[in-house]
Structure formats: structure tokens, C-alpha cells
């Protein structure tokens, strides 16, 4: 790695929506660059950057690819992302590692949701953000109405940079904006008549440029340089340039841009923790202390575990020993790599700047902070989609779990889990898709099958009403006995209810004892025996029944929760009394009482925010209602999309994304987050009870 500054090193992340051309063009930044000498494309599978095998069958971006070349003395890491929003915590995790977001734009189809979902991220992590318009030479390009409808999504700060030469097969070049020059034969849009508003957008970012140019005093290319990575850092300007990979038209206009205005790596504001736990600003300086971050973790078959990491400030060099935010005594780093796609080259050290890899670091996660200041942990969206598996074929199961940890390692937004209410092992991806192309990757990689269903709805059981009885627990089988008798009352008792209010109630319970709380479940558990009629060895072994029993449920086989039970009276044996008898008592007195307090379900119930179209809005209400949803409110998304936010079973929307993607076309995105549990209907109840029958029956 040749040593560059910091403030000469170009740290971009090339997003936006599947199809948009972002591979093909990080291709052929390398071929041109003489990075890479032999052909690349995406269509026969020999792209540089979509190297991965899935990405070669499908045809299109799954995770992150870094790769770098040197252009006009600048040293670029250039970083080319997934572009469909199943994804998008690759994205997101390359967003963290760069400071110029460019968002691709296909100019044949103009702004896809994953465009919305991209320029919005790099704005959130204050990230420079520059617009190319991709495959120029397309057929059936709009240019005039997909400008109008980029500034009308993303603002009137998007403005041109240059215009094309010719639209479609006539796309021959481009004509700067910022330098027209004499000639602009064949240009869209004349040049000459968008510079002067382009200069003044320019100089507004800076009060004493602004008073100069009304002055009369241009400024010199220096200074706009400057002037323009101002604006983009600060929003108030995203560049708009054009370009077409395949013919290469427009291609080294936009490699100079890039060079000249995507922002430094040092310009940014960043702050970390210091151990005390201060905030400082990082200075970007290969003499300071070390921050780096972990934004991408890969699972390679050969090297097994490499992580991708930014330096942003202090000097990493290969056998240091480094602090991390994830383990206790810290890591040696072995060996520092330069990538380039999915070869490593070592190199000796890194500073300010640099994105680097290092391999069999296994206490590194994505996110972790290497070195004395620590920095803001990463933001991923909570995966939705999830499938209940096991393996395909028997014996595999230790196979399978090793296997699914090291996917859930490599990608923040899959979700490995064993529910113990279910006792089911569920996968929980960003989409149908999602999981399926992880499920190739595991079958491909590891050489494990999956079967995969719908999972279960983590239901509750509850009570409504009060309600008393007693159970005998009495066994003679020759020798020592077995005998416990337990009598008990159950209570509702409601999550958010003070536990100690309720249980020194001395009208509810005159002869308590004692109590206990346990906040899991909300399960209040009132001692109120008198008299030695159970002794008070004995409690423990009912108190165990009880949880025992709430574990397995009673009506449907969920776990059972917001209820207090109190023991006021028993009877015991000298000589059969035991603690097993009196757990088996406290069972059964469990389960007959409970099924005489008015049993209920509980459901999850999810907030729901779905972004469409706001000609489908219509659609998504009424498609909401017919799954018992409660609307809550709707507000405007931008750039003609509406947001609408409500309250709905989760039971309802398990396989919501393939419906939503019917009815808009693919436009619409939705985020789910648990609320609270709620009572089942009747009707509702009925069901799922009649199907928890029908399994054990089967089972």
C-alpha cells in the first residue's frame, strides 16, 4: 500500500437501487485504472467485485465488495454495495466505513425505493452525497423529467455537474456546468445557462465566498473544490454527473470529480469516547491515539474470519497489540491486508484514512472499536421475516448451528434464535429473498440443507377472572408413598400492577405470609399457609410445579403470564410426603384452577410503518383492516410517498412483505417493533387452540 496522506485519500461507497449499475461501474473504474487487466461483467459472471457465487448465479450485489485504485494523485477505497433492500445492512455497514455516499441512478428507470432508502441513510450519518446517472446510452431516457423528479424527491441542492452529449445510443460525452467551455454541440441542456445559478448555489456555502462573488470575484478552482465539499458535507449540495460504464462516455469526467470534490478523509466531524468517557472530536493524525472500526466481517471457506476495518485516526501496524471495544484483553493484529474484491495483499501498516482487513481476529465483530477511543456503535435495521428451520438431514444439528453462526456473524440482519416457548429454531432475514440466497450460501459453504416453515406465533396464556380449587397428589405402589394436597387461589393480575400493593391487600389476602414477584412473566406467587398445614419445606417444590407448569402452558401450550397465585392451604403426610409429590400437586392445582379462571390468549401486537406510493395508500389501508389492524396515523414520506403508521397482530403480518410487494408494484417498505401483548378474540382463540390440539394429536 502506497503511503498516502490523509487528506488525499477518497473514501466513496457506490449505492442505490439492484440493476442500477454500480458493479459494472466499479469494474471499470479498475480496468481503466490498470488495477485490473482482464475483462469484467456482471452478465457472464466475471465481474471483479461480485466474486461471491451466489452473486455470480443470481446476477447481482449480495455483500459489500472493497476494492482500490489511484487516480489524479488520489488514493480511492471505493466500496460497491447491494442494491436491493433485502441487503441493505451490507449497505449500511459500508456507509460506515466511507465519507462519500454516491447514489447511482438508472436512467432508464429513474428513482427505485432503494435510491429513497440509500440517500437517506448516508444523509443520517452526515456522509458527503453525490448522484451519478448511470447507462446514458439506454433507450428511452426522460432526461429534463428524471431531473425534475430528483429534485423533487431529493431537493433543489441536486444540481448538475455536467450534461450529456446526446441521450441513449446518441450518449457521446458529457459538457461540464462548471466550466462549459465554447463548444456545447448536441449538450440536452444548454451549460452555459446552468452555470451562473450553479456558482451561486456554490458560493452560498460559505459567508465571505458569498460576498466576494457578489463582488465580482470568481473563484478559482481551489476554491470551489473547496467550497463544493463544504456543501456536500454540510447537504446544501449534491453533484449530478452522467456517465454510461459500458462505453465509457463520460467516465473520466467523472473519475476527476470524484478526485476533485468527493470529501477527504479527514474532513468529516467525527466524535469517539475516550475511556473516561468523554467526547473528543478525532483529529485524523497518524501520531495520535488509534480509533478504528470493524464495518464489514466476511467468513472466508480458506482464511475463515476477516474483518474489514477504517482507520480513522493513529497508525495501525501489523504484530501491534490493539485494544477492542469487544474483548477484555484486547488483539494482536498478525498481519494487515490491502483488498482489492477477494484477494489480500499484506501490507505493514495503515494510518489515517486507510481501510484495511485482518484475518482470524475472532473476538471482532462488525461495529467493534479497535484502540484507546471507542466510536458510535452502528445503526441496522430489525430483520422481519422469519422461518422456523432444522436440518434437513439428522445428525446435522450441531452442523447446522455452527453454520447458521457464522451467517448471523457476517450479516447484522440475520437473526439466529431458539425460542423456548415454541421450542423452535428460527431464522429471522430482511426478506423471503434474503433468506433464501443465505440458505444457498450454507448449502454451498458448509455443505448443510435446511428445512424451512412458517414459525409459530409466540401466543401467551392468561387468566380473567378469579378462580379456587385444590389437587390430591396421592401414589401407594408398595414401600413409601407418595402424598401432597395443595389448595390455591388465582388471581388476574395485569402487567404494570405493583406487586407489593396488590399483595398487601389485607382484604385480598388477610393471612399473607410472604410473597414474591418474578418480573419475566409477571407471575405474583402469595404464601398465605397457616397453621403447618404444608410444611414450609415443601413451598419450594410447589413453587417449582407452578413455574413447571407455566412453562408448558395449560389451554394451547404457551407460556403463561400476568397472574398471581396464592397457597392458603394443603394437607402433607409424615411418612409419603415428599418434594416431588407436592411439585406434581402444585402442577395439577395449577392447571384445573387456571382452567376454571376464564383462560385466555395473548397475542403480540407489532407498530407497523409502511412507505408506498401515495396512490396505493388506499390499497394498504383497506388491506390492514382486513387483518384486524388499528390505524394510528399517516405522514408524508417526500417525493410522492406517504407513511402509514398502525397497530397490528403480528400474527397477521408473518408474511406481509410478499403481499405488500403485490400491491405496489415493489414500491413499498415496512418496519415492524413489538408493542405489547394483547387478548385474542374468541373466534381467533378457538382456531389456534384447535390447531394446538391437532399437533399434539400428531405428535
Known sequence: ?????????????????????????????????????????????????????????????????????????????????????????????????????????????????????????????????????????GDNIEFEELLSEIQDVFGSECVL???????????????????????????????????????????????????????????????????????????????????????????PELMDALASYAIPANMIKRTAKTAEGTDVELAYTAEGPIAAQVFKTRIDPFVQKINYIRVLTGTMKTGMQVSASTSRRGIKIAQLFEIQANDLSPVDEAGPGSIIAVTKCEELHTGATLGELTMPEFTFPTPMVGLAAAPKSRGDEAKVSGALTKLSEEDTTFLVERNDQTKQLVITGMSELHLQVLQERLKRRDKVELETKEPKVPYRETIQSKAEGMYRHKKQSGGAGQFGEVHIRMYPFPGGTDPAEFAMDKARFPSMKEYKHFPENNFLWVDSVVGGTIPANFMPAIEKGFKERMERGVIAGYHVQDLCVEVYFGKHHPVDSNEQAFRTAGSMAFKNVFSQAKPSLLEPVVNLEVTVPTDCVGDVNSDLAGRRGRPIGMESAGGGMQTVKAEVPLAEVMTYSRNLASMTGGQGSYTIEFNRYDFVPGNVQAQVIAAADLQEEEE
Open 1 to 137: 500500500m502506497a503511503k498516502m496522506s490523509v487528506e488525499n485519500i477518497r473514501n466513496i461507497a457506490l449505492c442505490g437501487h439492484g440493476g442500477s449499475g454500480k458493479t459494472t461501474l466499479a469494474d471499470t473504474f479498475l480496468n481503466v485504472t490498470g488495477m485490473v487487466k482482464r475483462p469484467a461483467s456482471v452478465d457472464d459472471g466475471s465481474s471483479i467485485c461480485d466474486f461471491d457465487e451466489e452473486e455470480k448465479s443470481h446476477k447481482y450485489t449480495i455483500e459489500a465488495s472493497i476494492t482500490h485504485f489511484d487516480h489524479a494523485g488520489k488514493h480511492f477505497n471505493l466500496i460497491d454495495t447491494p442494491g436491493y433492500p433485502d441487503f441493505i445492512g451490507g449497505t449500511i455497514g459500508a456507509l460506515g466505513g466511507v465519507d462519500t455516499a454516491a447514489i447511482v441512478i438508472n436512467a432508464q428507470s429513474g428513482i427505485e425505493v432503494n435510491t429513497r432508502r440509500v440517500f437517506a441513510e448516508a444523509k443520517k450519518l452526515g456522509l458527503g452525497r453525490l448522484i451519478i446517472l448511470s447507462k446514458m446510452d
Open 161 to 251: 455537474f455536467n450534461v450529456p452529449v446526446g441521450i441513449g445510443r446518441e450518449f457521446k460525452g458529457v459538457v461540464s456546468t462548471l466550466s462549459p467551455g465554447a463548444s456545447a454541440d448536441g449538450a440536452v441542456l444548454n451549460p452555459a445557462e446552468i452555470h451562473e445559478s450553479l456558482i451561486e448555489t456554490i458560493v452560498t456555502v460559505d459567508d465571505a465566498a458569498l460576498e466576494k462573488y457578489f463582488e465580482g470575484v470568481i473563484p478559482s478552482d481551489e476554491e470551489l473544490a473547496r467550497l463544493i465539499a463544504k456543501g456536500m458535507m454540510e447537504g446544501t449540495l449534491v453533484p449530478i454527473f452522467c456517465v454510461s460504464a459500458k462505453s465509457k462516455a463520460g467516465l
